[in-house]
């Protein structure tokens, strides 16, 4: 993804001037460095190039909010749960770092038994058993039978 300013106007807020512009003018550089030019002439120039300025900026931000939302929505969110889903439970114990681990890194399904604060759920298996502990939503996926 690119600004599409160079590095000198992030730098110094203005357009880089090449000497070959100074002896073969182009239509912008006359404009700017006409000497009839009036403050008012001067003050549009300004207010063109910053509209230019404004309208890339606000480009690149739609762009980058795009891309962001994109990035989100193919992560993993937390997900709301009601009671009676059925829900798998990440092993946080047993979470090695190491390749090859062999052991299921998911455990259940289980059932939310019940809706707690903060994202928090009371799980229980098949059985009626409930676990020791409510466990976090960031640890519970859907499980699709």
Not at 115 to 132: H, I, M, P, Q, T
């Amino acid at each position: 993804m690119t600004t599409r300013f160079t590095p000198f106007h992030l730098v110094y807020s203005l357009e880089a001037t090449l000497p070959i512009e100074c002896e073969i003018p182009s239509l912008k550089l006359a404009v700017e460095l006409h000497p009839n030019t009036s403050p008012e002439e001067e003050w549009f120039i300004y207010l063109e190039r910053l509209d230019e300025t404004c309208l890339i900026v606000a480009m690149v931000i739609e762009a980058k909010k795009k891309h962001l939302k994109a990035h989100f929505d193919q992560t993993i969110s937390p997900c709301t749960f009601s009671e009676g889903d059925l829900v798998l439970l990440y092993d946080q114990v047993n979470d090695k770092l190491s390749i090859g681990n062999s052991e299921p890194m998911w455990h259940g399904p289980y059932i939310i038994n019940h809706v707690l604060r903060k994202g928090a759920y009371e799980l229980v298996d098949y059985e009626g058993n409930a676990l020791s502990q409510p466990r976090n939503g960031l640890y519970l996926k859907k499980y699709h039978a």
